[in-house]
């Protein structure tokens, strides 16, 4: 195992629409899906058909969909051995994604946030396995602060997608090797409103001067920035793909990211992997059941560009 993902599992249910509704309007849904998702399960499927050998400790419910998630992940060659089972229920999300593409999701964290730095302290050895840390926001936050502190005691590299969004201690941020982030989530962490290029560039100081090692900002259609004060600074422009569900697209590039890093590749490299993988995963239904393998993302590449097309910032 090389990277270790610990989050969330949720199920997700999937409601397609023409449009979204607006507040107090009843429309009729196009159709309904039950589809394993979670933005932790997410990532480390993602990583792991990327060529990454990916174990996960999470959190389970006792209801019926506990081991559909789990047999989920365990398809794409993730290890499960660390998954707990709770009583009640498992995470859920319910989606509704229009004919446009655009999601919105409500959260139902259910096991998720009963992942305890009790059940991480038991599997601790893990760590000691792993060159890579990858968590979310999507579990207790205090068992992610224990995680990243025991990361940065074994010289585990941490990677720190904190969706959903919401202000991060300092303390936290010291201890974050990189940071992907969208512009919503950017805002939240920083405070700074993102209106202008100056605005970005100061919400990108702001992120290094409080000690995170460096930043990948996610401008979905647009690629990315990446930002450090130790590297050169990077933006990668997106690839033109036709988009049907942009569900789990961040999480998509976050998980090529880390198994594209965890190969050994260099950041230009790792970030041209990962928006390549994100772009084929807009372009298929659902969660995990749009996440590319890693001969798909490469035969992608060929086709469509060798990275080229991104620039120093």
């Known amino acids: 195992m090389n990277i270790l993902v610990v989050g969330s599992i949720n199920m997700d249910i999937v409601n397609r629409v023409v449009n979204h509704p607006i507040p107090g309007e009843t429309i009729k849904g196009l159709s309904t899906v039950y589809s394993p998702g979670g933005k932790g399960a997410n990532q480390a499927v993602a990583a792991a058909l990327a060529g990454g050998r990916v174990g996960m400790l999470a959190a389970i419910g006792s209801d019926p969909y506990g081991l559909e998630l789990v047999e989920s992940l365990a398809k794409a060659n993730v290890d499960t051995k660390a998954i707990k089972k709770k009583e009640g229920t498992s995470g859920m999300a319910f989606i509704t994604v229009s004919e ?108 290094v001067d409080h000690g995170v090692r460096s930043v990948i900002l996610t401008l979905g259609e647009k690629g990315s920035h990446y930002y450090s004060k130790t590297e050169t600074c990077l933006i990668t422009p997106g690839f033109k793909v036709k988009a049907v569900d942009t569900t789990a697209a961040g999480d998509t590039f976050i998980g090529a990211f880390a198994a594209a890093k965890a190969s050994g590749n260099n950041t230009k490299e790792a970030i041209l992997f990962a928006t390549a993988a994100s772009a084929l995963a807009v372009t298929k239904h659902g969660a995990q059941q749009s996440i590319p393998s890693k001969n798909e993302i490469e035969e992608f590449l060929k086709v469509h560009g060798d990275g080229s097309h991104a620039s120093e910032a």
């Open 100 to 207: 446009s593409g655009e999601n919105t999701i409500i959260l139902s964290e259910g096991a998720n946030g009963r992942l305890t730095i009790k059940d991480v302290e038991e599997q601790l050895g893990l760590l000691d396995e792993a060159e890579i840390l990858l968590v979310q926001n999507e579990i207790p936050l205090e068992t992610t602060l224990f995680l990243l502190k025991e990361a940065q005691q074994r010289n585990v590299q941490t990677y720190f997608n904190p969706a959903p969004a919401l202000e991060i201690p300092s303390e936290i941020l010291q201890l974050i090797d990189v940071l992907i982030v969208n512009e919503t989530e950017m805002e939240v962490v920083t405070g700074i409103r993102i209106e202008t290029e100056e605005a970005r560039g100061q919400a990108l100081n702001w992120l």
